[in-house]
């Protein structure tokens, strides 16, 4: 147990829906990140927060958004959503003191888009 | 553009075989690297990582990796595999100013008893 947690563990949706995907970084992380996983793409870095403020951007579309709230946890938004979505979609946070960037991975939310 | 790349996408190896994970980066700076493991169902757990100092890296369960500068590479070996170690292997680069991880594909092990 990485102490990061996902919820939902799977949801299942229909085109066009918009979704929520929450996580709750460890105890004392200041970041968190956001990547997708599917079978074409690979493991993919979307998007990191750091203490509520966006700090890099990877290949996220326009369709996603996500935020960090005051106390930590993060939401990312799914929205319009497509078949090319369905995916794992993994939270991960790291030390806010450290600058190796040791990630911790969540269980995961496996997005199923029907 | 960093970038990172897994020569074997599939390996099957018999217990007790010797293990070695190839992985390339590309990144002309100074990089961190990382192997995260993903047991079947469970979510990326770290192995090992690099950051700087002995180029030779010992992690968990006994897996190592060597930092090759010169051939931009960062190995993961195991000198006897164990049927629990059936996961795919991901190998991630950190480089420059920014915390993302650029992953490469994975290698699905299969290690048969």
């Known amino acids: 147990d990485s102490g990061v947690t996902q919820t939902p563990k799977h949801l299942i949706t229909a085109t066009g829906q918009r979704v929520t995907l929450r996580c709750s970084p460890r105890?004392?992380?200041?970041?968190v990140y956001w990547y997708q996983q599917s079978l074409d793409q690979g493991l993919q870095f979307l998007i990191q927060?750091?203490?509520?403020?966006?700090?890099a951007k990877g290949n996220i579309l326009e369709r996603f958004s996500a935020q960090q709230f005051p106390d930590l946890h993060s939401e990312l938004n799914l929205s319009s959503l497509e078949l090319g979505d369905s995916a794992l979609y993994f939270c991960?946070?790291?030390?806010?003191?450290?600058?190796?960037?040791?990630?911790?991975f969540g269980p995961g939310t496996r997005l199923t888009v029907l | 553009a960093q970038s990172v790349s897994q020569h074997n996408h599939h390996v099957i190896l018999s217990e007790a075989a010797s293990l070695e994970l190839g992985c390339n980066y590309s990144?002309?700076?100074?990089?961190?690297l990382f192997w995260y493991v993903q047991y079947p169902g469970q979510h990326l757990q770290l192995l090992l990582k690099y950051f700087s100092g002995d180029p030779l890296v010992k992690g968990i369960k006994g897996f190592e990796a060597e930092f090759i500068k010169s051939k931009f590479s960062f190995n993961l070996r195991k000198p006897s595999v164990q049927w629990s170690d059936t996961a795919e292997y991901f190998c991630?680069?950190?480089?420059?100013?920014?915390?993302?991880?650029?992953f490469g594909t994975g290698t699905l092990l299969a290690v048969q008893p």
């Open positions: 991630a680069v950190k480089g420059g100013a920014t915390n993302k991880l650029i």
């Open positions: 927060y750091y203490n509520g403020e966006e700090r």
């Open positions: 991960a946070s790291s030390p806010a003191s450290s600058s190796y960037n040791e990630q911790f």
């Open positions: 990144y002309g700076g100074t990089v961190n």
């Open positions: 105890s004392g992380d200041l970041s």
